[in-house]
């Protein structure tokens, strides 16, 4: 319900919807026990909510929530486990959404970190490690390190060919 709510604010932009959206979403994870493998999920759903509200209104109360959820994703999560390099990236793009709003390093430097090790989790799906190599390659603009950029492009460029089916012959 939460994830529909958030998906039709998008629609309407009414805020009734979005508070709904963050309430139904809320109590999810609040109903889920700490050690629930579906936590993580939970509170990915509820940064995305934030995030949705932060897009439309531009609050820094959203983005901070945001961030938080994020954060208690990413921290619930064991690092060998798949789903890290998702909750990782979604940490990071509200960073960089907060960072972009008030150009704070801190927030910059935390975006390299989250996306670095998404970026390098290989046990992760592989469209997860690229949109963490895309997210480097817009902070290394910001940083103007090219080579970590070049870098970072050819470990990118070298995940490429795992999208292709393996039943495909060339």
Not at 14 to 23: G, L
Not at 123 to 129: D, E, F, G, M, V
């Amino acid at each position: 319900l939460g994830l529909a709510l958030g998906e039709r604010f998008l629609e309407t932009e009414t805020e009734t919807d979005i508070d709904e959206a963050v309430r139904a979403v809320q109590e999810a994870v609040d109903l889920t026990s700490r050690d629930n493998p579906n936590r993580p999920k939970r509170l990915q759903n509820l940064a995305n909510i934030f995030g949705k509200r932060y897009a439309n209104t531009e609050s820094i109360d959203a983005i901070e929530a945001s961030i938080r959820m994020a954060q208690e994703a990413v921290d619930a999560t064991p690092e060998n486990i798949p789903n890290r390099a998702i909750y990782l990236n979604s940490l990071g793009k509200a960073l960089f959404a907060r960072f972009l709003k008030t150009n704070a390093q801190a927030d910059l430097e935390r975006v390299i970190s989250c996306s670095k090790s998404a970026l390098y989790q290989p046990n992760s799906l592989i469209t997860s490690r690229i949109g963490a190599g895309k997210s480097l390659l817009a902070c290394y603009g910001f940083t103007s390190d090219w080579q970590l950029a070049y870098d970072t492009a050819m470990v990118v460029l070298g995940l490429i060919p795992q999208l292709t089916p393996r039943s495909l012959r060339n």
